[in-house]
T-cell receptor
Framework: DQQVKQNSPSLSVQEGRISILNCDYT??????FLWYKKYPAEGPTFLIS?????DKNEDGRFTVFLNKSAKHLSLHIVPSQPGDSAVYFC???????????????FGQGTILTVHP | GAVVSQHPSWVICKSGTSVKIECRSL??????MFWYRQFPKQSLMLMAT?????????EQGVEKDKFLINHASLTLSTLTVTSAHPEDSSFYIC??????????FGDGTRLSIL
Protein backbone atom coordinates (compact mmCIF):
# COMPACT_ATOMS: atom_id res chain seq x y z
CA ASP A 1 0.00 0.00 0.00
CA GLN A 2 1.80 3.09 -1.27
CA GLN A 3 0.66 5.90 1.00
CA VAL A 4 2.85 8.51 -0.66
CA LYS A 5 3.00 8.53 -4.44
CA GLN A 6 5.09 10.42 -6.93
CA ASN A 7 3.52 9.45 -10.21
CA SER A 8 6.11 11.04 -12.47
CA PRO A 9 9.31 8.97 -12.51
CA SER A 10 11.16 11.71 -14.33
CA LEU A 11 10.96 15.37 -15.35
CA SER A 12 13.09 17.28 -17.82
CA VAL A 13 13.24 21.09 -17.68
CA GLN A 14 15.20 23.82 -19.41
CA GLU A 15 17.54 25.93 -17.31
CA GLY A 16 15.82 29.06 -16.05
CA ARG A 17 12.33 27.59 -16.31
CA ILE A 18 10.14 26.38 -13.48
CA SER A 19 10.29 22.77 -12.27
CA ILE A 20 7.13 21.41 -10.68
CA LEU A 21 7.33 18.12 -8.83
CA ASN A 22 4.14 16.53 -7.61
CA CYS A 23 3.26 14.22 -4.77
CA ASP A 24 -0.03 12.65 -3.65
CA TYR A 25 -0.84 10.94 -0.40
CA THR A 26 -3.66 8.81 0.93
CA UNK A 27 -3.22 8.84 4.71
CA UNK A 28 -5.27 11.68 6.19
CA UNK A 29 -3.25 11.40 9.41
CA UNK A 30 -0.15 12.87 7.77
CA UNK A 31 0.46 16.29 9.26
CA UNK A 32 3.98 17.14 8.16
CA PHE A 33 5.50 16.95 4.71
CA LEU A 34 9.07 17.24 3.50
CA TRP A 35 11.02 17.30 0.26
CA TYR A 36 14.45 15.74 0.00
CA LYS A 37 16.98 15.84 -2.79
CA LYS A 38 19.23 12.88 -3.43
CA TYR A 39 22.32 12.32 -5.55
CA PRO A 40 23.49 8.78 -6.42
CA ALA A 41 25.35 6.98 -3.63
CA GLU A 42 24.51 9.74 -1.16
CA GLY A 43 21.86 10.13 1.49
CA PRO A 44 18.89 12.46 0.95
CA THR A 45 19.42 16.14 1.70
CA PHE A 46 16.59 18.06 3.32
CA LEU A 47 15.19 20.85 1.13
CA ILE A 48 11.99 22.24 2.54
CA SER A 49 9.04 21.21 4.66
CA UNK A 50 5.48 22.23 5.40
CA UNK A 51 3.11 21.63 8.26
CA UNK A 52 -0.49 20.72 7.56
CA UNK A 53 -1.63 23.99 9.13
CA UNK A 54 -0.13 25.87 6.19
CA ASP A 55 -0.73 25.74 2.48
CA LYS A 56 2.52 27.30 1.31
CA ASN A 57 6.11 27.56 2.44
CA GLU A 58 8.86 29.33 0.56
CA ASP A 59 12.62 29.21 0.88
CA GLY A 60 14.61 30.95 -1.81
CA ARG A 61 14.05 29.23 -5.14
CA PHE A 62 11.99 26.48 -3.52
CA THR A 63 8.29 26.68 -2.70
CA VAL A 64 6.12 23.87 -1.43
CA PHE A 65 2.36 23.99 -1.82
CA LEU A 66 -0.04 21.81 0.13
CA ASN A 67 -3.65 21.10 -0.85
CA LYS A 68 -5.07 19.08 2.00
CA SER A 69 -8.50 18.57 0.45
CA ALA A 70 -6.87 17.00 -2.59
CA LYS A 71 -4.15 15.30 -0.53
CA HIS A 72 -1.62 16.76 -2.88
CA LEU A 73 1.60 18.67 -2.51
CA SER A 74 4.01 20.10 -5.01
CA LEU A 75 7.52 21.49 -5.04
CA HIS A 76 8.25 24.42 -7.32
CA ILE A 77 11.81 25.31 -8.21
CA VAL A 78 12.30 28.59 -10.01
CA PRO A 79 14.51 29.33 -11.75
CA SER A 80 15.76 25.81 -12.32
CA GLN A 81 19.51 25.30 -12.51
CA PRO A 82 21.58 22.37 -13.87
CA GLY A 83 22.81 21.72 -10.32
CA ASP A 84 19.23 20.95 -9.34
CA SER A 85 19.41 17.74 -11.36
CA ALA A 86 18.88 14.92 -8.86
CA VAL A 87 16.21 12.58 -7.51
CA TYR A 88 13.56 14.35 -5.46
CA PHE A 89 11.62 12.50 -2.78
CA CYS A 90 8.57 13.72 -0.97
CA UNK A 91 7.98 12.34 2.50
CA UNK A 92 5.22 12.53 5.07
CA UNK A 93 4.92 12.07 8.79
CA UNK A 94 1.83 11.32 10.89
CA UNK A 95 0.93 12.33 14.43
CA UNK A 96 4.19 14.12 14.90
CA UNK A 97 2.70 17.32 16.25
CA UNK A 98 3.57 19.13 13.05
CA UNK A 99 7.21 18.16 13.22
CA UNK A 100 9.25 15.52 11.48
CA UNK A 101 9.83 13.78 14.77
CA UNK A 102 7.84 10.81 13.65
CA UNK A 103 8.82 8.21 11.10
CA UNK A 104 8.74 9.24 7.48
CA UNK A 105 6.95 7.57 4.60
CA PHE A 106 8.62 8.28 1.28
CA GLY A 107 7.36 8.49 -2.26
CA GLN A 108 9.15 6.67 -5.07
CA GLY A 109 11.09 9.70 -6.18
CA THR A 110 11.19 11.80 -9.35
CA ILE A 111 14.36 12.21 -11.37
CA LEU A 112 14.74 15.87 -12.31
CA THR A 113 17.04 16.78 -15.17
CA VAL A 114 17.70 20.45 -15.85
CA HIS A 115 19.24 21.08 -19.26
CA PRO A 116 21.58 24.04 -19.82
CA GLY B 1 23.61 22.58 9.28
CA ALA B 2 23.14 19.29 11.06
CA VAL B 3 25.44 16.51 9.97
CA VAL B 4 24.93 12.79 10.20
CA SER B 5 27.89 10.55 9.55
CA GLN B 6 27.47 6.97 8.42
CA HIS B 7 30.28 4.42 8.26
CA PRO B 8 31.34 2.45 6.32
CA SER B 9 30.18 3.85 2.99
CA TRP B 10 30.77 0.58 1.17
CA VAL B 11 31.35 -2.96 2.30
CA ILE B 12 31.74 -6.27 0.51
CA CYS B 13 31.77 -9.48 2.50
CA LYS B 14 31.18 -13.19 2.22
CA SER B 15 27.83 -14.80 2.85
CA GLY B 16 27.37 -15.77 6.49
CA THR B 17 29.34 -12.94 8.01
CA SER B 18 27.91 -10.14 10.13
CA VAL B 19 28.29 -6.50 9.21
CA LYS B 20 28.00 -3.50 11.52
CA ILE B 21 27.04 -0.06 10.24
CA GLU B 22 27.45 3.03 12.40
CA CYS B 23 25.38 6.19 12.34
CA ARG B 24 26.52 9.26 14.24
CA SER B 25 24.93 12.65 14.69
CA LEU B 26 27.86 15.05 14.79
CA UNK B 27 26.42 18.32 16.01
CA UNK B 28 23.18 17.56 17.78
CA UNK B 29 21.78 15.00 20.16
CA UNK B 30 19.54 12.63 18.28
CA UNK B 31 16.81 11.30 20.50
CA UNK B 32 15.60 9.20 17.61
CA MET B 33 17.43 7.54 14.75
CA PHE B 34 15.86 5.73 11.84
CA TRP B 35 17.21 3.00 9.58
CA TYR B 36 16.10 2.72 5.96
CA ARG B 37 16.80 0.38 3.13
CA GLN B 38 16.70 1.30 -0.54
CA PHE B 39 16.58 -1.13 -3.43
CA PRO B 40 17.65 0.06 -6.89
CA LYS B 41 15.21 2.56 -8.41
CA GLN B 42 12.89 2.26 -5.44
CA SER B 43 11.96 4.42 -2.52
CA LEU B 44 13.48 4.43 0.94
CA MET B 45 11.74 1.87 3.09
CA LEU B 46 11.80 2.36 6.84
CA MET B 47 13.20 -0.67 8.64
CA ALA B 48 13.16 0.43 12.26
CA THR B 49 13.00 3.35 14.65
CA UNK B 50 15.68 3.55 17.30
CA UNK B 51 15.26 5.54 20.50
CA UNK B 52 18.22 6.13 22.76
CA UNK B 53 18.28 3.72 25.67
CA UNK B 54 15.35 1.59 24.59
CA UNK B 55 14.62 -1.24 22.20
CA UNK B 56 14.14 -0.44 18.55
CA UNK B 57 10.72 -0.56 16.96
CA UNK B 58 10.76 -2.62 13.79
CA GLU B 59 8.47 -2.21 10.80
CA GLN B 60 6.29 -5.08 9.71
CA GLY B 61 8.25 -7.69 7.80
CA VAL B 62 11.65 -6.68 9.15
CA GLU B 63 13.36 -9.44 11.14
CA LYS B 64 14.63 -8.00 14.40
CA ASP B 65 16.99 -10.92 14.95
CA LYS B 66 18.44 -10.38 11.51
CA PHE B 67 18.89 -6.64 11.78
CA LEU B 68 20.15 -5.79 15.25
CA ILE B 69 19.90 -2.16 16.24
CA ASN B 70 21.64 -0.54 19.18
CA HIS B 71 21.22 3.09 20.22
CA ALA B 72 23.49 3.35 23.22
CA SER B 73 23.97 7.13 23.21
CA LEU B 74 22.34 10.27 21.86
CA THR B 75 24.91 10.46 19.09
CA LEU B 76 25.39 6.86 17.98
CA SER B 77 23.20 4.10 16.61
CA THR B 78 24.42 0.89 15.02
CA LEU B 79 22.78 -1.59 12.65
CA THR B 80 24.23 -5.08 12.53
CA VAL B 81 23.21 -7.34 9.67
CA THR B 82 23.72 -10.80 11.10
CA SER B 83 24.63 -13.83 9.03
CA ALA B 84 24.27 -11.77 5.88
CA HIS B 85 23.21 -13.39 2.62
CA PRO B 86 23.14 -12.09 -0.96
CA GLU B 87 19.50 -11.04 -0.62
CA ASP B 88 20.57 -8.62 2.12
CA SER B 89 22.63 -6.70 -0.42
CA SER B 90 21.21 -3.22 -0.55
CA PHE B 91 21.77 0.45 0.23
CA TYR B 92 21.22 1.15 3.94
CA ILE B 93 20.68 4.71 5.15
CA CYS B 94 20.25 6.12 8.62
CA UNK B 95 18.69 9.38 9.68
CA UNK B 96 18.69 11.27 12.93
CA UNK B 97 16.25 13.74 14.33
CA UNK B 98 15.02 15.56 17.37
CA UNK B 99 12.02 17.74 18.12
CA UNK B 100 13.54 20.88 16.65
CA UNK B 101 14.69 20.01 13.18
CA UNK B 102 13.89 17.80 10.20
CA UNK B 103 15.50 14.42 9.93
CA UNK B 104 18.97 14.55 8.48
CA PHE B 105 20.39 11.58 6.63
CA GLY B 106 23.76 9.91 6.45
CA ASP B 107 25.32 9.20 3.07
CA GLY B 108 24.36 5.55 3.22
CA THR B 109 26.18 2.22 3.17
CA ARG B 110 26.35 0.08 0.07
CA LEU B 111 26.34 -3.52 1.28
CA SER B 112 27.30 -6.28 -1.14
CA ILE B 113 27.18 -9.89 0.02
CA LEU B 114 29.01 -12.40 -2.15
Amino acid sequence: DQQVKQNSPSLSVQEGRISILNCDYTNSMFDYFLWYKKYPAEGPTFLISISSIKDKNEDGRFTVFLNKSAKHLSLHIVPSQPGDSAVYFCAASANAGGTSYGKLTFGQGTILTVHP
Amino acid sequence: GAVVSQHPSWVICKSGTSVKIECRSLDFQATTMFWYRQFPKQSLMLMATSNEGSKATYEQGVEKDKFLINHASLTLSTLTVTSAHPEDSSFYICSAGDMRQPQHFGDGTRLSIL
